[in-house]
């Protein structure tokens, strides 16, 4: 079981791109019990005129400290107190690593080994909900084991416009 080492760096896993829903809880195999951030990210209409960078802001970030090791934990949003996240297809997951070694472990996919990262000039000024980063791509062939769950029954929810609505308190991760 391996894991990424990189402090104050962000990953984002391509091919977890998410569709229109409510997020309500993440989902990651842990490796240790350091503190991370699981992040959702959305495209912004930056120019970019070299073509080899991706600008996306920040749009809602949970921050755990791992109950477990060497285990799988379930986070649940409305467990910690915290509203879901209203998503759109073409946001992505993103994963920061604040304390070595970092928490989510990952297993080798060479089928596209390919990732977004961002690795700041500053690890002590953090990130924040808005912020616009510009991620440079990175061969990474490697898949976090972490996951983002979505309710795609938006009928639940009274305001769907917003990006962030109220957890139903019996959504459960199939």
Do not use: H
């Not at 091919?15 to 912004?44: C, E, H, N």
């Not at 509203?83 to 596209?112: H, M, N, Q, W």
């Amino acid at each position: 079981m391996s894991g990424v080492d990189s402090v104050g760096y962000v990953f984002l896993l391509n091919d977890k791109i998410l569709t229109d829903g409510v997020l309500f809880a993440y989902s990651a195999f842990m490796r240790s019990m350091k503190p991370i951030r699981f992040q959702i990210w959305r495209p912004t209409n930056v120019q970019n005129p070299a073509g080899n960078k991706t600008y996306l802001e920040l749009l809602a970030e949970t921050a755990i400290t791992p109950s477990v090791e060497v285990k799988r934990e379930d986070l649940y949003l409305a467990s910690q107190f915290l509203p879901c996240v209203r998503v759109k297809t073409g946001d992505k997951l993103g994963y920061t690593i604040d304390e070595a070694p970092g928490a989510v472990s990952y297993s080798f996919d060479d089928v596209d080994p390919t990732a977004l990262q961002y690795s700041p000039d500053n690890i002590t000024i953090p990130i924040e909900i808005g912020d616009v980063v510009e991620f440079d791509p990175l061969v990474f062939p490697y898949d976090f084991n972490l996951a983002a769950y979505v309710d795609t029954n938006l009928e639940l929810y009274n305001d769907t416009q917003g990006d962030f609505v109220d957890c139903p308190p019996d959504l459960l991760i199939p």
